[in-house]
């Protein structure tokens, strides 16, 4: 008996949209965390994204797509999104908002189209890496089609490394 083809709704998605993908399965027995999975694969850490998801007052959710070796600014994101301020969302809601689970967050499929925002450096990448919609899947596929699937934006986001002079 033939072995059946493990899909995440995600890859059903870009197969629905005829975006080119290709997917890395890994074992994990618990999540970590990102550098620790592009290290398992052997995959260039520049190339690895991670899927956070924030909520403004306003009660809106905003989903921020970043290096996995970067931190989110959320003054930065807060101003991208036009919100006076965002928090992270509690790990709690994650899936009842997403319909993911930490570790295997996608912006590809969750429950509600949400306001996606790519960081900036990724628009320069031939392609980039993110979870494949559960923990052991990574779905790698070009920006412009990640762009495509998630209606995204890319803007900067991440903490600057440089620091500001002092005036």
Request: proline fraction near 4%.
């Amino acid at each position: 008996m033939a072995k059946k083809e493990l899909k995440t709704n995600a890859m059903r998605i870009l197969e629905k949209k005829k975006i080119p993908f290709t997917y890395i399965t890994y074992e994990c027995e618990e999540f970590v965390d990102g550098v620790q999975i592009a290290d398992k694969l052997g995959q260039p850490h520049e190339l690895v994204y991670k899927t956070l998801v924030t909520v403004a007052k306003s009660r809106e959710h905003y989903v921020f797509v970043i290096p996995i070796e970067e931190e989110l600014d959320l003054k930065k994101a807060a101003r991208v999104v036009g919100e006076k301020s965002l928090l992270m969302l509690p790990l709690k809601d994650l899936t009842a908002v997403t319909g993911y689970i930490r570790g295997g967050c996608t912006a590809i499929g969750m429950k509600k189209p949400f306001p996606v925002v790519v960081e900036k450096c990724a628009e320069a990448l031939e392609e980039m890496i993110v979870s494949g919609g559960k923990i052991g899947m990574q779905i790698r596929l070009t920006p412009q089609d990640f762009q495509k699937v998630t209606g995204a934006v890319f803007e900067e986001v991440v903490v600057s490394v440089k620091t500001e002079e002092i005036l």
